[in-house]
Structure formats: C-alpha cells, structure tokens
C-alpha cells in the first residue's frame, strides 16, 4: 500500500520520459481463469519485480528490518488513519465542540494515540536491542 506511490511515480515518470517505447507503454492482456482478463506492460511487471526482490534482500540484510518496519507503522499510524480522518469528519458534519458526539471522537484519538505511542517505543527498544547484538556482515550460524 505505501509504496503504491513509488510505483506510479516511477511509472509515469517512464512514460512520459520515453513515450514511443513498446516496452514501457505497450499494455499486455492476459486471461486468468476466475478473474478475466488483465492488463499490464512488461516494464510494470520487471520494475515492480525487482523492488520486491531489492526489498527483500534489504530485509534479510538488516536484521531488524522488522522493528524498522513496526517503528515507521506506529509514527503512521495514529496521524493517517485516526487524528486526520476523524478531524476531517467532525469538520465536514460540522460537530459540537464538547458535544458527546465530540468527546468520543476524541477518547478514541487519545487511545490511538497511547497505542501507538507505545508501539513506538517497542519498536525502538527492538532496534536497540538489535544493535546492541548486530555485527556486520557476520552469519550468525558460521564463524
């Protein structure tokens, strides 16, 4: 989901950069059985590819990349999906302030927040705990 962006920035920026090239801008259908048809290009299909595989070996590189990932979910979290959208809709449906209404949006916003406050730490005390352990370019299994 969030590299979502990455990719149609990549994609577009492709595009526009080499408008007549086949392998960027010619779109492919395939039939797979029980969804229909689909369309992609060979240049979607290589680029998003080789993130994955770059992304994974990132991942198997670092070895905590899992509380990286958890510190960068729990900074998001409470902002993009609770604080954000509950603003947004007390402001549109224009909601009483100290109204109950009002209060419950905010009791939710302060547990989100607390949670992921706490998640945060978690995570920073995993990464710290992993530094203190982490040797590079060293398997743990060999020596």
Same mark, same amino acid.
């Given at each position: /989901?969030?590299?979502?962006? +990455?990719?149609?920035? +990549?994609?577009?920026?492709? $595009?526009?950069?080499? *408008?007549?090239?086949?392998? @960027?801008?010619?779109?492919? %259908? ?19 590819? @080789?993130? +994955?595989?770059?992304?994974? /070996?990132?991942? &198997?590189? +670092?070895?905590?990349? =899992?509380? /990286?990932?958890?510190?960068?979910? !729990?900074?998001?979290? #409470? *902002? ?7 603003? &947004?809709? &007390?402001?549109? =449906?224009?909601? *009483?302030?100290? %109204?109950?209404? #009002? ?6 916003? !302060?547990?989100?927040?607390? /949670?992921?406050? $706490?998640? !945060? $730490? ?5 990464? @710290? ?6 040797? *590079?370019?060293? %398997?743990?299994?060999?020596?």
């Amino acid at each position: /989901v969030f590299t979502q962006p +990455v990719f149609s920035f +990549v994609e577009k920026s492709a $595009a526009k950069r080499w *408008p007549l090239h086949s392998f @960027i801008n010619k779109e492919i %259908s395939a039939y797979i059985p029980g969804c229909g048809q689909y369309c992609t290009n060979r240049f979607r299909l290589l680029f998003r590819t @080789i993130y +994955v595989i770059i992304t994974t /070996v990132v991942a &198997m590189i +670092v070895p905590f990349f =899992n509380d /990286v990932l958890a510190l960068l979910g !729990a900074i998001a979290f #409470w *902002p993009l999906t609770v604080y954000f959208p509950t603003e &947004m809709y &007390m402001a549109r =449906n224009k909601v *009483p302030a100290f %109204s109950r209404r #009002w209060l419950s949006f905010q009791v939710l916003s !302060a547990g989100c927040l607390v /949670v992921s406050v $706490a998640a !945060a $730490a978690g995570s920073i005390q995993g990464i @710290i705990t992993d530094l203190k352990i982490y040797k *590079p370019f060293h %398997s743990s299994g060999y020596e």
